[in-house]
Structures are given as C-alpha cells and as structure tokens.
T-cell receptor
Framework: EAEVAQSPRYKITEKSQAVAFWCDPI?????LYWYRQILGQGPELLVQ????????DSQLPKDRFSAERLKGVDSTLKIQPAELGDSAMYLC???????????FGQGTRLTVV | RKEVEQDPGPFNVPEGATVAFNCTYS??????FFWYRQDCRKEPKLLMS???SGNEDGRFTAQLNRASQYISLLIRDSKLSDSATYLC???????????FGAGTRLAVHP
C-alpha cells in the first residue's frame, strides 16, 4: 500500500538552531499539506502545495518557517531559528485530487530544548 | 470562533454501546467533510467521507446536516479497539484546505 514518507521520525534540537523535515507524498498526488499538531489539539495547516506552487501559507510563520516543493514531488519544511514553542508533531499529507481526503505520513516529532 | 468545533470528551462507554459525536462548522460554503481517527501519538487516518445523503461503513455511520451546519459520527457495537480520538474535517476555501477540529476522545472499556 502506498504511503506518505516522512523523515526524520524524531528530532531534538536546541533553540536558535535550524531544523528541516522531509516529505515524499504518495506517487501522483498533486496536493501536499504540512500540518503542525500540538498535543491535545487538532492538526493546524501550515502550508498547502498544488504541484510545485504554494496555494495557502496563511498560517505559516514566515519569519522563521519556509517550505518548498521544487519539482512538485517531495517537499521540505524548514525552521530557522527554532523556538521552544515549536515543539510539536509535524505532519505531511497528500491527496490525489484537491478536495479529497488526504493521507498522512507518520510525522516528525520535534522537541526544542 | 474556530471554523470546526468538537466536544473534546472524553466519552467513556462500555463495549457494545452505541456512541455519537457531533461536530459543527462555521463556513457555510464548505462542500466536503471527513472523519479521521487518530490513535495516541500516531498520525490521523481517514475513516470516512461524509456525504449529503449520509453514508455507512460497517458499524460507522456519518451524517451531514447542512441547514444546521453539523456533521455526526455514530459508532454501533463499540469495540475496545475503537478507543481513539476522532477528528472532524471540513474542506474550506478556494483551494479546498482541510480544516481540522480539535478532536473527540473515545474510551471504550470492558
């Protein structure tokens, strides 16, 4: 069964350091999402791609976060500098057609110390 | 006000019970809705889509009430393995972003 791949699974970093997460969506899925989930809350959308284009980044803290999907396939989310409040699960999801339910990767659990 | 709101629970029910969750959404233009299941410290998994006519998948039934802007999920004959957090999702905006509620926790006990 096709899956969304994410790495790393876990990341511990010191505040003010840079950190990057990688996501490889299900093959052929044009829509890719990055979500952040704090324990006890629902996932919050950070950025949405349609192919290589960003179509929504309204909730992305652009002073420290950046995301790219250069060839419209895999994607990278970066945080620089990391802050203590960035500790969360970062989830990547993809969907075949915009408007369908999305499938999630296992996520990257980030701890900032 | 959040765009998708759910009762956080927890709902504590015995095995075999029927339990229902409701979810309200504020954007009347939302067209599609989903229920996801999330186990502790795992990723959300798509449980089912919610159609205007309602849909059923085994012990699970989802309903949509557009007039009152709420979605429901009914679980019949609850199993221990149904214990999880259930997330309500609405598609919103021109590019159909998925907006999640905070989730409802279900605990099924023997």
């Amino acid at each position: 069964e096709a899956e969304v791949a994410q790495s790393p699974r876990y990341k511990i970093t010191e505040k003010s350091q840079a950190v990057a997460f990688w996501c490889d969506p299900i093959s052929g899925h044009a829509t890719l999402y990055w979500y952040r989930q704090i324990l006890g809350q629902g996932p919050e959308l950070l950025v949405q791609f349609q192919d290589e284009s960003v179509v929504d980044d309204s909730q992305l803290p652009k002073d420290r976060f950046s995301a790219e999907r250069l060839k419209g396939v895999d994607s990278t989310l970066k945080i620089q500098p990391a802050e203590l409040g960035d500790s969360a699960m970062y989830l990547c999801a993809s969907s075949l057609v915009r408007g369908q339910g999305a499938f999630f990767g296992q996520g990257t659990r980030l701890t900032v110390v | 006000r959040k765009e998708v709101e759910q009762d956080p629970g927890p709902f504590n029910v015995p095995e075999g019970a029927t339990v229902a969750f409701n979810c309200t959404y504020s954007n009347s233009a939302s067209q599609s809705f989903f229920w996801y299941r999330q186990d502790c410290r795992k990723e959300p998994k798509l449980l089912m889509s919610v159609y205007s006519s309602g849909n059923e998948d085994g012990r699970f039934t989802a309903q949509l009430n557009r007039a009152s802007q709420y979605i429901s999920l009914l679980i019949r004959d609850s199993k221990l393995s149904d214990s999880a957090t259930y997330l309500c999702v609405a598609l919103s905006g021109g590019y159909n972003k998925l907006i999640f509620g905070a989730g409802t926790r279900l605990a099924v006990h023997p």
